[in-house]
Each structure stands twice: as structure tokens, then as C-alpha cells.
């Protein structure tokens, strides 16, 4: 099981659009993935999960990768994050 702590940087925080995104590269990976916002663990592959998290710009969130894939998911998930998800 792989943890990190990542702020959301771009301006309007996870949104329809950002959310896509992310949910869309979650879905490519075999492990679980899960953020945590607000004591709430949300399924990254999940667009109306994510949503409903309503996950603001500055607000900070953990990811957790566990499975067979975590590694490369952590990674590519990271770098979508940090680089402002598209925004």
C-alpha cells in the first residue's frame, strides 16, 4: 500500500472536467485507489464520488494506491494532481 499527501492547485478545484480526468486514469489501473478528504475516503474511480467530495482548490487530500499496479498508479496519479489536472 503506497500514501502521499497532495494539495489541489488548480483554481476550481475537482469539478466535472478534473474529476474526469482523474476517475479516467484511475480506471486504467487494477488496484484500489482512494483519496481522503475530510475524514471521507472517496473511490478515485468513481466520478459522482469524487464530485460529491467537493474537494476545493488548496484543500489537501491523501492518495492511497494498493494492489498489483500501485506503484505506476501513484505515479501517473501524482503528476495529474501536481500538474493541475488539466487546468
Do not use: F, W
Not at 502521499?4 to 469539478?15: A, D, R, V
Not at 486504467?28 to 482548490?57: D, F
Request: include cysteine; glycine fraction near 8%; proline fraction near 2%.
Amino acid at each position: 500500500m503506497l500514501k502521499k499527501k497532495l494539495k489541489i492547485i488548480n483554481i476550481s478545484g475537482l469539478h466535472l472536467r478534473p474529476t474526469g480526468l482523474l476517475c479516467n486514469e484511475a480506471i486504467k489501473y487494477r488496484c484500489e485507489i482512494s483519496l481522503y478528504s475530510r475524514n471521507s475516503q472517496i473511490n478515485a474511480k468513481s466520478v459522482l464520488s469524487v464530485l460529491g467530495a467537493c474537494i476545493k482548490c488548496g484543500d489537501e487530500i491523501e492518495l492511497v494506491c494498493n494492489g498489483p499496479d500501485e506503484a505506476e498508479a501513484m505515479d501517473a496519479i501524482t503528476a495529474l494532481i501536481e500538474n493541475g489536472l488539466g487546468e
